[in-house]
């Protein structure tokens, strides 16, 4: 194939994921404030239903903090703290109620170390480590290849260890999106359980976080560009 060939298709796919990044940052932004608009059964706010939960899940080292960023919820295990924006704290929307419930199911799934988040939490602390050396042993790798410096060997190792390392912090973004799926189920179960939502607002629920599933795929295809950059809930 064509070497400008293969340059516009590398191109119009870079092009393509971009696309998808804004517009589902834009749809998840949408949607959460259309439903920061809309009430729920319980007329509870973010921060109410993060106490009571608190008991009704038996979360007694769960503690609580308050962040400026807009959807800069979070759960950190690292603190065993659950992160609240300011409007999902004193709102009693049904934004309110299904991030929080999301955040909690992270919470959760600390507690019990399911599969996932065990998993998550190990692939995590090695690329915290091994991403800061994708990018130099890259360059370096293809700096001594072409100038066959001190063999084609040497390079070639060097690029296929950073390829390896890049690899890994792709299976470690992969092994995020079921994992923010199950927090999702175990929220709009938790919900349902607890008897927080009309019929109605159940399933504006349940479109609110299948939306922001969406961008779970979308967070992935933006952090494949930025190695260094931090999750914030795992």
Same mark, same amino acid.
């Given at each position: 194939? =064509?070497?400008? #060939?293969?340059?516009?298709?590398?191109? +119009?796919?870079?092009? &393509?994921?971009?696309?998808?990044?804004?517009?589902?940052?834009?749809?998840?932004?949408?949607?959460?404030? #259309?439903? +920061?608009?809309?009430?729920?059964?319980?007329?509870?706010?973010?921060?109410?239903?993060?106490?009571?939960?608190?008991?009704?899940?038996?979360?007694? =080292?769960?503690?609580?903090?308050? @962040?400026?960023? !807009? +959807?800069?919820?979070?759960?950190? %295990? #690292?603190?065993?703290?659950?992160?609240?924006?300011?409007?999902?704290?004193?709102?009693?929307? *049904?934004?309110?109620?299904?991030?929080?419930?999301?955040?909690?199911?992270?919470?959760?799934?600390? /507690?019990?170390?399911?599969?996932?988040?065990?998993?998550?939490? *190990?692939?995590?602390?090695?690329?915290?480590?091994?991403? !800061?050396?994708?990018? %130099? *042993?890259?360059?370096?790798?293809?700096?001594?290849?072409?100038?066959?410096? %001190?063999?084609?060997?040497?390079?070639?190792?060097?690029?296929?260890?950073?390829?390896?390392?890049?690899?890994?912090?792709?299976?470690?973004? &992969?092994?995020?999106?079921?994992?923010?799926?199950?927090?999702? $189920?175990?929220?709009? /179960?938790?919900?349902?359980?607890?008897?927080?939502?009309? %019929?109605?607002?159940?399933?504006?629920?349940? !479109?609110?976080?299948? @939306?922001?599933?969406? @961008?779970?795929?979308?967070?992935?295809?933006?952090?494949?560009?930025?190695?260094?950059?931090? $999750? /914030?809930?795992?």
């Amino acid at each position: 194939m =064509d070497k400008y #060939k293969v340059i516009a298709i590398v191109a +119009l796919i870079i092009v &393509l994921l971009i696309i998808i990044v804004f517009t589902s940052k834009y749809r998840i932004i949408k949607t959460y404030e #259309k439903y +920061l608009k809309v009430g729920n059964k319980a007329n509870l706010s973010g921060k109410q239903i993060a106490f009571i939960s608190k008991q009704n899940l038996e979360l007694d =080292d769960l503690e609580f903090a308050l @962040t400026d960023v !807009k +959807l800069g919820d979070a759960y950190s %295990p #690292k603190y065993k703290t659950l992160i609240l924006s300011e409007d999902v704290c004193n709102s009693a929307s *049904l934004s309110s109620m299904a991030i929080v419930c999301h955040e909690l199911g992270h919470a959760v799934q600390h /507690k019990k170390q399911t599969p996932l988040f065990v998993m998550n939490q *190990l692939t995590s602390k090695i690329t915290r480590f091994t991403n !800061k050396f994708i990018i %130099p *042993l890259l360059v370096i790798g293809l700096f001594l290849f072409l100038l066959k410096y %001190p063999n084609d060997s040497v390079g070639k190792i060097l690029m296929i260890v950073s390829g390896a390392l890049f690899g890994l912090h792709v299976i470690n973004l &992969l092994i995020l999106i079921p994992l923010e799926y199950d927090a999702s $189920r175990r929220a709009l /179960k938790y919900i349902k359980e607890y008897n927080l939502v009309s %019929p109605s607002e159940y399933r504006k629920s349940k !479109k609110l976080l299948r @939306t922001a599933a969406q @961008t779970y795929i979308a967070g992935l295809l933006d952090s494949l560009f930025v190695f260094n950059k931090k $999750r /914030k809930k795992k």
